[in-house]
């Protein structure tokens, strides 16, 4: 082994010395050097990771202090100060519940009505359907939950009774049930303006309401005027005085304004859902082809083109293609 002889020289009085070290020693001293600095650094940074952290954690409480003030508001008080405080907003909490779903169930009720008057479903979802959700009451589902779900799952056929028999419906399952009543109502809304549209393209009136009109002829085999003989008339007759107002009886867009033979000068009238309209032996038509016309609007004056006896309105209505009787379209 390799030894180091080092001089030891005093600054005083005294006689040197000699002091011998092998490698063994030298190496072991860098060695204790090299762990304690090591040692040092991890200590160093350790500590200030939990300042960090500390700090963190500070400033998280100070946020929750300041946004909540929780904290500063329960100091001071009892346990038992605390419990009344507790049961008061129980109690107003379930008060405001009881409020909210008795006006669901008074709205469902409503809503319930106007979807029959409309031929339509009870817009619902199933019980097992909040139960997926995660979003039971607090009083939990009804005893017999089997009963009240529907086998086929149909969201559209069941009573929406089930969020009215828990006790305590969550907040959650009420905000559920309003999403559903909303999208409900606005089906409704859909529905509603959808038969408003097509009861005003219904045509339900007579095309003139002069007072000296008079039904001249109906619908179906009649003796012809010209040649006395049986043939079927495919629409009404209707007199009345010369130049008086013929009226559109649905709302449409006007197909034709022209002269067709013998039913002399027309206005033909496509209402949409199937209907059409025609209006023959006009003195003239004050309409153009494209126009749009609402029910009781002017489409042209009562005359007597064409192969006619008289001044009258020639009245026809075709449903899907075929004519009809125009009499059982009016409403009286």
Known sequence: MKKWTV?????????????????????????????????????????????AQVHELERATFQLRTAGGVIHRIEGITPDELAAIESKYREDYKKSIDSITSKLNRL????????????????????????????????????????????????????????????????????????LRVASLQELLAATTEKRERIACTPNILPTVDPRRKLSSRFGNRKDPFSKRLQFHTGLDISAPAKSSVLA???????????????????????????????????????????????????????????????????????NGKNIDPETTVVN
Not at 38 to 48: E, G, I, N, V, W
Not at 108 to 137: C, F, M, N, T, W
Request: with cysteine; glycine share 10%; charged share 20%.
């Open 7 to 51: 001089m030891m020289i005093p600054h005083g009085k005294g006689a040197t010395r000699n002091l011998s070290l092998c490698s063994f020693h030298l190496w072991l001293t860098v060695a204790c050097f090299c762990v304690l600095a090591f040692a040092s650094t991890f200590t160093f940074q350790l500590y200030r990771y939990s300042q």
């Open 249 to 319: 009886t649905a709302k449409g867009k006007v197909m034709r304004a022209e002269r067709d033979g013998d039913l002399g000068n027309i206005v033909e009238i496509d209402h949409g859902y199937g209907f059409r309209t025609l209006y023959a032996h006009l003195y003239k038509s004050v309409v153009e082809v494209g126009d749009i016309v609402m029910r009781g609007d002017k489409v042209g004056l009562v005359g007597t083109t064409g192969r006619s006896t008289g001044y009258h309105v020639h009245y026809e209505v075709y449903k």
């Open 108 to 179: 469902y009720e409503l809503e319930s009505q106007i979807r029959e008057v409309h031929d339509l479903p009870a817009k619902v979802r199933s019980s097992a359907d909040y139960i997926r959700d995660g979003v039971g009451g607090v009083g939990g589902p009804p005893a017999d939950l089997s009963d009240m779900v529907a086998s086929s799952g149909d969201e559209l056929t069941r009573p929406s009774n089930w969020i009215y028999g828990l006790s305590e419906p969550s907040a959650d399952l009420i905000i559920q049930e309003i999403d």
